[in-house]
């Protein structure tokens, strides 16, 4: 098996991004809800044209201020890019990390965050794991500054330090790529994060 540290050429990077429904009527929502209303009318007591016109309005309404909810939070989130931030996650624990930029997911901002998930000791020779990055795509430097990222098939605890197994992409002379399985040598790296999305009203304290 070799070691994914020593692995040279590009990487690349696959978020999954996992969508939850809200329980917040939409213009999507009140549009289907227009169309219904039509289909299903009286014809012999059909909507008067002023009554149509009233709830296109409406629509129209509600359609500028969810844009405009939306153009306040970009740029509120946007405000946050280089801050540490930290948030309680599904696991009920605290996470925290620096703010790298700001992606759009179902219309909505969220936060895109460099979490570290290892902890090392002022001597350098403990290593702590603060969370699984088990099926996470995660980012490291090796000694060089040379960034990689790669997904995490397995951790496992050894003589108390974690050993953790990538699947990284390596790029041949030829161009051709190819994905590496190995551990990563925690010696010789740095910078080791999970790049998380983040909900901006999960968000507990800002630095």
């Known amino acids: 098996m070799s070691t994914v540290s020593d692995v040279t050429g590009a990487a690349s990077s696959t978020t999954a991004t996992t969508s939850k429904t809200s329980n917040v009527l939409g213009k999507d929502d009140f549009l289907k809800l227009l169309v219904t209303q ?22 129209s309404s509600l ?47 969220k936060l895109v965050v460099d979490e570290p998930f290892l902890a090392t000791s002022s001597d350098g020779k403990t ?3 603060l969370s699984d990055p088990t099926g996470k795509t995660i980012q490291w430097k090796d000694s060089a500054g040379t960034t990689y990222s790669g997904y995490v098939a397995k951790v ?3 003589d108390g330090v974690p050993q953790i197994t990538v699947d990284t992409t390596a790029v041949d002379s030829n161009g051709n790529s190819k994905t590496v399985e190995g551990i990563l040598d925690l010696s010789k790296v740095s910078n080791l994060v999970v790049k998380t999305q983040v909900d901006m009203s999960k968000v507990s304290t800002i630095e």
């Open 38 to 59: 039509l289909q299903n009318q009286d014809p012999l007591n059909p909507t008067s044209d002023q009554d149509f016109i009233a709830q296109m309005a409406q629509f």
């Open 63 to 109: 359609e500028q201020m969810q844009n405009m909810n939306t153009s306040l939070l970009t740029s509120q989130a946007s405000t946050l890019i280089g801050k540490t931030v930290s948030w309680t996650g599904d696991d009920s624990q605290i996470h925290g990390g620096v703010v790298q930029g700001v992606s759009m997911v179902n219309g909505q901002p």
């Open 127 to 129: 290593v702590q794991l």
């Open 156 to 158: 496992q605890i050894v």
